[in-house]
């Protein structure tokens, strides 16, 4: 929650600092469109990027001379989680930002022009004046994110969890679908569901 939080405040204070419109449309479409792909599709870009044989994460830390050989990223059960939140920033951050870009166009412009005049630089407007101006906004969705605190999710560690990770990427809900329903342990499935 922490991190996706953080970043979409973050990139959504970042574009709105942007002044080219053109290249701030280009960035906004980008960060947005990993929102509209299942889970299925994104697990598949992600489980290629990380493999040790030709994922642009090795090739990119090999030439850089930061790792001698290949990592098994989804071989290594303590960088589970890492990789999840990771990935779940990558493909929700752009949805989160234009909330909080709609948030920021009801901002009064001469609140802006009043800090300029001040000598405010743009840090300062964005600390003085943007986060305290869209503050509802992001309590609203803070205590909505909170909400969701125990759904642990399926997709992602369904998708990619194997036997080297499983006792990091096992929640109930691929507990109950491989002892439970996928082995006609139904008692099982309904109260691990509960």
């Known amino acids: 929650i922490v991190l996706s939080f ?5 990139l959504a204070l970042l574009l709105n600092e942007v002044k080219n419109v053109a290249f701030k449309k280009t960035v906004q479409t980008i960060s947005y469109l990993p929102y509209f792909i299942s889970w ?18 090795n090739i990119i830390l090999m030439k850089l001379h930061i790792i001698d050989q290949p990592i098994g990223w989804l071989g290594k059960g303590n960088l589970f989680w890492m990789i999840f939140g990771l ?17 920021m166009t ?6 802006y022009e009043a800090a300029d005049i ?6 300062r407007k964005m600390w003085n004046i943007t986060l305290p101006c869209i503050k509802s906004t992001i309590v609203v969705l803070l205590i909505m994110n909170i909400a969701s605190i125990l759904n642990a999710g399926f997709e992602f560690q369904y998708l990619l ?11 109930i809900d691929v507990f109950t679908l491989r002892y439970g329903i996928a082995k006609g342990n139904f008692s099982l499935a309904t109260a691990a569901g509960m």
């Open 40 to 57: 299925v599709i994104a697990c598949g870009i992600i489980s290629q990027a990380l493999s040790p044989e030709n994922g642009i994460v």
């Open 106 to 111: 009801s901002i009064d412009p001469n609140l």
């Open 6 to 10: 953080v970043t979409a405040i973050a």
């Open 87 to 103: 990935g779940n920033v990558w493909k929700n951050v752009g949805f989160n930002a234009i909330i909080y870009l709609g948030a």
């Open 161 to 171: 969890g194997n036997g080297l990770n499983i006792e990091w990427s096992e929640t």
């Open 118 to 123: 001040d000598g405010a630089g743009r840090f």
